[in-house]
Nanobody, 117 residues
Framework: VRFVESGGGLVYSGGSLRLSCVVSGLDFRRYTMDWWRQPPGQERDLIARTSQEEDRIYYDSSVKGRFTISRDDSKNTLYLQMTALKTNDTAVYYC???????????WGQGTRVTVFS
């Protein structure tokens, strides 16, 4: 299984970015998908999740109302539209799919987002 994130970059506070994650090695449409992020010097945290049919969506309170998770099963791709970015959104962003403990998928390289004030 491989996750390849892209779309990060440098942006001023209030700006927008769209992240993508291309997934290979699994039947993408059958999996719940997550976005995580790891700010500098901090732990990696779950920020958004979508079910297979996009009918059950979760957002962490820190991003709710500003970020939108979506998927294109025809392209095996997960997206994260980020708006109204804040400096504390600065982090490396990763995608994954939830797995039982001890059976986690390997992390991708992530994509770095840096927000300037």
């Amino acid at each position: 299984v491989r996750f390849v994130e892209s779309g990060g970059g440098l942006v001023y506070s209030g700006g927008s970015l769209r992240l993508s994650c291309v997934v290979s090695g699994l039947d993408f449409r059958r999996y719940t998908m997550d976005w995580w992020r790891q700010p500098p010097g901090q732990e990696r945290d779950l920020i958004a999740r979508t079910s297979q049919e996009e009918d059950r969506i979760y957002y962490d309170s820190s991003v709710k109302g500003r970020f939108t998770i979506s998927r294109d099963d025809s392209k095996n791709t997960l997206y994260l539209q980020m708006t109204a970015l804040k400096t504390n959104d600065t982090a490396v962003y990763y995608c994954s799919s939830p797995r039982p403990a001890g059976q986690e998928f390997p992390w991708g390289q992530g994509t770095r987002v840096t927000v300037f004030s």
